[in-house]
């Protein structure tokens, strides 16, 4: 009997953890691991310090002596379509102020599209869907599959971050720059988006003696401007075909669309410390 109580017990608590949620907004001071590695895998960050709503990112801000990291991770495709629509943009206002117009920015990943729109003018367009309608309809599986390589493909050939700040004049310096800014993004097996972004304090003229709060901000920035073609069937990086879920092909995908086109943002405030 007392065997059947302390299992009892020990399932109420099981399953009391397994109910707590994520806060939606980082709200404690995180040291970071001793083996950070910024390589876009997720081999630190497993255990994350928040869950956005708005955004639906999981993320962990930290800091250790040098730098001040973001991990972050998309798990839904409507999310990882909206990263690869106009990135994703970190903030950080050294002030304490929730305000852009004087924060140091970096956006990441930024995607070339000169193919993308390419692909969707003139008769060369029409061309391509008269084909398509000749091809066999692919299954829900292959499409996810094209889309999980082609994203892959994207993010391999990523050289540039876009930055706003940081006493440089330059708005896109080298994945490989001078400053020590580091910020790169993968796909992992289970088809989910993981970025790393580490900023030297130096940059932000920080230092953890000082234990000052800054404000951040997390922004998905969607497609911005122009005349963007929504492809039907076409299953890339940027949204599947008409019947893909979470793309933004297809009839019944308006809300999507929409919320493709509008930025979605949150502020918060974080103490860097020793």
Known sequence: MKLFYAFLLSGCASLQVYAQKLPDIQSSNVIAPNTVRVDGRNLEWNNFSAENKRTGLLYTI?????????ALKAISNE??????????????NTKGRK?????????YPTITRNNVNRFGAGQGA????????????QSQEQRDSATFEQRKTQLAAIKEIKIKGFNVADS????????????????????????????????????VNDKKEIAYQIKLNGRQGGNFPMRANAGGGFGGGGNNRGG???????????DLMVATDFWGKYIIQK
């Not at 305000?99 to 140091?104: G, L, P, Q, S, Y």
């Not at 029409?126 to 309809?137: H, I, L």
């Open 62 to 70: 930290s800091n250790d002596d040098k730098n001040l990291y973001l």
């Open 172 to 207: 896109l310096i080298s994945i490989y720059n001078e400053y020590g800014i580091k910020a790169i993004g993968k796909m992992d097996e289970q088809k989910a988006y993981f970025c790393e972004i580490a900023i030297p304090l130096s940059t932000l003229e920080l230092s």
């Open 126 to 137: 029409q061309n391509r869907q008269r084909m398509g309608q000749n091809r066999p309809e």
């Open 79 to 92: 999310t990882i379509t909206k990263i690869f629509a106009g990135g994703i943009s970190f903030s950080i």
């Open 248 to 258: 933004f092909g297809g009839g019944n995908n308006n809300a999507a669309q929409q």
């Open 99 to 107: 305000r852009e117009d004087d924060a140091n920015t970096i956006t």
